[in-house]
T-cell receptor, first 115, second 112 residues
Framework: DTGVSQNPRHKITKRGQNVTFRCDPI?????LYWYRQTLGQGPEFLTY????????KSRLLSDRFSAERPKGSFSTLEIQRTEQGDSAMYLC?????????????FGDGTRLSIL | KQEVTQIPAALSVPEGENLVLNCSFT??????LQWFRQDPGKGLTSLLL?????REQTSGRLNASLDKSSGRSTLYIAASQPGDSATYLC???????????FGGGTRLMVKP
């Protein structure tokens, strides 16, 4: 169990640029989640995958955001035409499926700063 | 819509004190409740998960309780240490995909 890995750890970019983040879940976990956390707040759910299928998207996920998990392993989250309000910590989590009592394990996040 | 609230938002205690962090939720139809720790600039570390059929879970100096009927959970930390300083978050799953709804967290500082 090597834990959930996220890259990059930090991303600084100018407003209007596109950015992409990567998440590598724990290998035997088939569920993968993306959350966003702003300073002083708890994380908010963005989207989740079971294997390669994206099964749920929050209304927070505007059409500038897209997430993929092409082979059911790693996932990417892309933000197009970034805005100041996109500045946040983007957290990835993974878990096993099967019942409602599987804990989610989080990565260290990618901190995005929009100049 | 599930809402999760944590009180207090911040807490400062001297080393060695026992302390209680509170978490409340509005919809009692939950599968479980999970407590996390977050250090500054880091991700979340899972501390305890209490299933809906359980009343409490213990891990070392941590004890979490769950009262579904009243919509409350507490995290008890015994003999606090400076290394316990962090933000503590509670979360409950929502929907078939178990997407987590988080409280705003309690920022704990334990002074030596």
């Amino acid at each position: 169990d090597t834990g959930v890995s996220q890259n990059p750890r930090h991303k600084i970019t100018k407003r209007g640029q596109n950015v992409t983040f990567r998440c590598d879940p724990i290998s035997e976990h088939n569920r993968l989640y993306w959350y966003r956390q702003t300073l002083g707040q708890g994380p908010e759910f963005l989207t989740y995958f079971q294997n390669e299928a994206q099964l749920e998207k929050s209304r927070l996920l505007s059409d500038r955001f897209s997430a993929e998990r092409p082979k059911g392993s790693f996932s990417t989250l892309e933000i197009q035409r970034t805005e100041q309000g996109d500045s946040a910590m983007y957290l990835c989590a993974s878990s096993r499926s099967g019942g409602g009592n599987q804990p989610q394990h989080f990565g260290d996040g990618t901190r995005l700063s929009i100049l | 819509k599930q809402e999760v609230t944590q009180i207090p938002a911040a807490l400062s205690v001297p080393e060695g004190e026992n302390l209680v962090l509170n978490c409340s939720f509005t919809d009692s139809a939950i599968y479980n409740l999970q407590w996390f720790r977050q250090d500054p600039g880091k991700g979340l570390t899972s501390l305890l998960l209490i299933q809906s059929s359980q009343r409490e879970q213990t891990s070392g100096r941590l004890n979490a309780s769950l009262d579904k009927s009243s919509g409350r959970s507490t995290l008890y930390i015994a003999a606090s240490q400076p290394g316990d300083s962090a933000t503590y978050l509670c979360a409950v799953p929502l929907g078939a995909g178990n997407m987590l709804t988080f409280g705003g967290g309690t920022r704990l500082m334990v002074k030596p």
